[in-house]
């Protein structure tokens, strides 16, 4: 069971019954100290290196149908000055939140087109982690710019295109998807002038 733990660095109860290995093993473990619990059904190796996205991972293997978004997704592709201190994610309206102390978790509603829309999938802790792309994040933040500040908005659009991050095309299908256009257009013009 040590050998699946290493593995993943993070993996659920799930994960080891799947592999045909007792609960009853894993709750040893974690009573010998050789394992830990990090969150309610996730569990690590005591000795682990973690990345500084390991909160992503952590969210994503609680909630299966979650993406990455907003402030969250631009820390990841180190787009921006954000610093969140909580984890931002996108569901589907029918799926449930999930209950965690920690991280902090954020919940953003959107529909299965958008939610479709600019995912990309990183490897970070060995999870599998949604994340929303760089031009999807842009304008996902211009449709929440209530959520996250105009400014936030703005900073990502222009520290995105500066980075080269994206292309126009792939910026305007996006804000289409999210029903931006308009709101983008004059940051947009005046950015690629």
Excluded at 7 to 26: E, H, K, W
Aim: proline content about 5%; aromatic content about 6%.
């Amino acid at each position: 069971m040590l050998d699946l733990a290493e593995q993943r660095s993070l993996l659920r109860a799930r994960d080891v019954t799947d592999a045909g290995i007792p609960s009853m093993v894993l709750s040893r473990m974690v009573r010998s100290g050789r394992i830990q619990r990090v969150s309610h059904g996730v569990y690590a190796p005591r000795e682990r290196d973690v990345s500084e996205h390991v909160s992503l991972a952590e969210v994503c293997l609680r909630a299966p149908r979650a993406v990455v978004c907003l402030v969250s997704a631009l820390r990841f592709h180190e787009v921006g000055s954000q610093q969140p201190f909580e984890v931002w994610i996108a569901l589907p309206s029918s799926a449930s939140v999930p209950r965690l102390d920690l991280p902090v978790v954020r919940v953003t509603r959107m529909s299965d087109q958008a939610l479709a829309e600019g995912v990309e999938h990183h490897e970070v802790d060995g999870v599998r982690v949604p994340v929303f792309s760089v031009a999807k994040t842009v304008a996902d933040c211009f449709k929440y710019r209530n959520k996250v500040g105009i400014d936030v908005s703005v900073e990502a659009l222009r520290d995105g295109w500066l980075q080269k991050a994206f292309t126009v095309d792939d910026l305007w299908r996006c804000a289409t998807v999210d029903r931006v256009r308009n709101v983008m257009r004059p940051y947009m013009e005046s950015l690629i002038g």
